[in-house]
């Protein structure tokens, strides 16, 4: 969830800010790009060098800087997806809970949109003091997500609350309180990807070109949503590292149709991007095929719809979108099966198009609803398109 992300992260006058080289560390490991923005006092108790090596990024303390520039806190507000006081000193929770603005940090997150999570660190008699405890309730009844602090043993040797909670406590806090702030979170998505195959002999298959990056991008972006994702997917070279989704290998048309039809029930988004194979082999041989010189004739079944069937099942809560691989007449024929499937909408992608279709990292889509409404995309890469479908599910959950 961090990867990515860029993170301010402010440290104040507190014996506790050696442990804010430990946060430093974790983040940048996660894939955050973090900034440090230290308060006159921190500098007593941790020198700058040892943040901006850390981050990998300089370490800002004054407005204004050597060679005569300022550090702009409003750039650095704007910049940030997210601002974290650890630890936060009494002294900084007091000036936050009253507005007071002197110096660079403060005035960051009093220009800050994004969300801030403050980590208070004192000592016991501090923490417990009614003056203090007020101004963690004020910061806690604004915009302010409080971190608890924890009990265990404290700098003046006392036991007892007020430490700063563990780095590995903050993190976690954070992605917890961050999911639960995106537009998916509690919803459970089912998507399928990739090809399937059907055996014709033991060695030999019917597949397609589908290398499952489509349905792997649309994945990965409604997890990025909030949504908890099960992905099942046909024979691929991809993989996601994501604890957000979880993977459901299948090979054939047959098995992809099982594992979707157990999972359906209890999906709130259903987006269907696998390159099913309409047709699997009446038998399947038992040993190799010899050569012959006589032609070779293999009779072939349907395999079952299973969007059809999906779209069957499905009750008027549940989101089911499809995706259309054409060649011809592709507005008329995506709509079609729109209707025919009863879905919600279908994605039309064609294989007229340059750079559209399967095995590409790019696609070119177009968005048709129920409605008829159709939403034309340009040409992009893939993780993008997802993010744009992704964005159009959203959109839906608010009508
Ligand atoms: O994997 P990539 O290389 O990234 O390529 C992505 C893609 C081009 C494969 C993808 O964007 C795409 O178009 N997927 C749908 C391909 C397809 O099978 O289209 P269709 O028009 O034949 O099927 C319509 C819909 O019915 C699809 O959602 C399909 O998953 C579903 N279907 C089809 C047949 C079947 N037996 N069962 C199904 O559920």
């Not at 442990?19 to 941790?46: W, Y």
């Not at 007892?160 to 961050?178: Q, S, V």
Request: overall charge positive.
């Amino acid at each position: 969830m961090l990867e990515g992300k860029k993170i301010v992260l402010g440290v104040t006058g507190s014996i506790a800010a050696y442990k804010a080289a430990f946060l430093v560390r974790l983040m940048v490991k996660a894939g955050a790009n973090v900034k440090v923005i230290m308060t006159p006092a921190a500098k007593d108790f941790v020198a700058p060098l040892t943040f901006s090596t850390l981050s990998k990024n300089p370490v800002l303390v004054e407005f204004s800087t050597t060679d005569g520039s300022w550090n702009n806190h409003v750039e650095l507000a704007n910049w940030a997806d997210m601002i974290l006081i650890a630890p936060a000193s009494a002294n900084t929770i007091g000036k936050l809970a009253l507005g007071l603005c002197d110096n660079l940090l403060l005035a960051t997150v009093f220009s800050a949109a994004c969300p801030i999570y403050v980590a208070p660190a004192m000592d016991r008699e501090m923490y417990v003091n009614s003056s203090i405890k007020n101004n963690i309730s004020i910061l806690s009844k604004q915009h302010y997500f409080i971190i608890p602090s924890e009990e265990g043993e404290l700098a003046s040797g006392l036991y007892g609350e007020g430490r700063m909670a563990e780095p590995e406590h903050i993190i976690r806090f954070i992605i917890e309180n961050h999911s639960k702030t995106l537009p998916l979170y509690g919803k459970t998505a089912l998507v399928t990807a990739g090809p399937t195959y059907e055996a014709i002999d033991p060695v030999r298959f019917i597949g397609n070109h589908s290398s499952g990056k489509m349905g792997f991008h649309i994945a990965e972006a409604l997890a990025a949503k909030g949504a908890s994702v099960k992905l099942v997917h046909g024979p691929v070279n991809i993989s996601t590292h994501n604890s957000s989704i979880k993977t459901i290998g299948v090979t054939s048309a047959e098995e992809m149709h099982k594992e979707c039809t157990r999972l359906f029930a209890g999906t709130d988004i259903t987006v269907m991007t696998a390159a099913v194979a309409d047709f699997k082999l009446v038998k399947v041989a038992s040993k190799k095929i010899k050569k012959k010189d006589a032609s070779l004739h293999l009779e072939l079944i349907p395999n079952p719809d299973i969007l059809s069937e999906l779209g069957k099942q499905k009750n008027n809560k549940q989101l089911l979108i499809g995706f259309a691989l054409e060649t011809n007449d592709e507005i008329k024929n995506a709509t079609e099966k729109l209707k025919r499937k009863n879905l919600d909408a279908i994605i039309l992608n064609s294989m007229q198009t340059e750079g559209a279709g399967p095995g590409g990292d790019t696609n070119k889509i177009t968005i048709i609803d129920r409605q008829n409404k159709t939403i034309h995309f340009e040409l992009k890469p893939k993780n993008i398109v997802a993010n744009d479908v992704v964005n159009y599910i959203i959109e839906c959950f608010k009508r």
